[in-house]
């Protein structure tokens, strides 16, 4: 049996593509949704899988960073391409250093970039 506990946050963000993005390439903003999520299969002896505080906390700490920033700014994006998909990486690496040692097995991170699309990044833990 696998329990998964996760939280959600919003930011606002601007970037610009490098490479074949078409009208991406041009400076635009996203408002951008967030869902962390770990997943473990055994719960702690009050019940829970983690701390959803601690969880939330870490997450907020990540979004205070990120909101209002044009993410190509960032020493994170220098390297990369501000994709969804860089984005989800640079927020799952923030939050497996905190959260190993919980006794959790998997942690999944999801960027929505609009209503309709969003990239993920799992990453083990165990």
Sequence with gaps: MTFEVG???????SHALR??????TRPHQHDYRLEVAVRGERLRADGTLVDIALLDQLLRG???ELDGAS????P?????N??????????????????????????????WESADAYAACERELG
Excluded: K, M, N, Y
């Design 7 to 13: 939280v959600r946050a919003a930011f606002q963000a």
């Design 82 to 111: 501000s994709t969804a998909e860089e984005v989800a990486r640079h927020i799952a690496e923030r939050c497996e250093t905190s959260l190993r040692g919980e006794g959790l097995a998997r942690l999944v991170v999801r960027v």
């Design 19 to 24: 490479g074949d993005f078409g009208p991406a």
């Design 76 to 80: 994170a994006f220098r390297e990369s």
């Design 62 to 64: 990540i979004v205070t």
């Design 71 to 74: 993410l190509d700014a960032l």
